[in-house]
């Protein structure tokens, strides 16, 4: 994959209409695009049927996590929309009713560690016993034996998840920063060049080009970034 494939941009926006506009901004400079819960409840699920017929890839950050037939059945309609990526929450149940689902296609479901929002004393607060770096592991054990697609991780926990799920799964990373920028309500952030040399396969860049100045410039400063070490 070049670096045009490896970066996916957040739709992390109110509206469609804005969405559209952002799309159009961007050009041929992004083909990848995720749209998660803002977006999905103001129209967002049909607007990522019309980027899958413009050719454009889709990371639907839904974080499914239900009873296994709930799980499966709702994976069963993802599939049918064509999407590249979706997120489920790293339980082994949910797990492996999503594999099961989605088996004989191309949707490649992606397993939620821990959130790069989190940071220890949040996980003790959610009733965790372990610390982020410790539970990522074990939920990158759980979706491998799962037979998940790939693993959603800050790119601190890179390394040593691509150490435990081998070159083949995908390794997503939110939570990138370019050097300078704001980290927002990030906790655990790292630059687009480090993360990949970490062993990210896929960036989710939302804010840091969504809220640019000039969104294209910074797409192609990150792409530019990201194609030195590609």
Sequence with gaps: ?????????????????????MVATLGDTVSFYKIGYQLAFAGGLEFARDLVKDGKQVFLDMKLLDIDNTVAKGVENIVKMGVTMLTLHAYPKAMRAAVDAAKGSDLCLLAVTVLTSMDEADLVDAG??????????????????????????????????????GPKMAVVTPGI?????????????????????????????GRPIVKAPDPKAAAQAILAEMASVV
């Design 1 to 21: 994959m070049n670096a045009r494939d490896r970066l996916i941009v957040g739709l992390d926006i109110p509206t469609v209409a804005e969405a559209e506009k």
């Design 128 to 165: 965790y016993e372990y610390d982020p770096h410790t539970l990522v592991l074990r939920r990158a054990e759980q979706a491998l034996a799962a037979g998940m697609g790939g693993i959603v991780c800050s790119a601190e926990e890179s390394a040593a998840v691509r150490k435990i799920v």
């Design 177 to 205: 920063r370019p050097a300078g920028s704001d980290a927002g309500d990030q906790k655990r952030v790292m630059t687009p060049a480090d993360a990949l040399r970490a062993g990210s396969s896929h960036l989710v860049v």
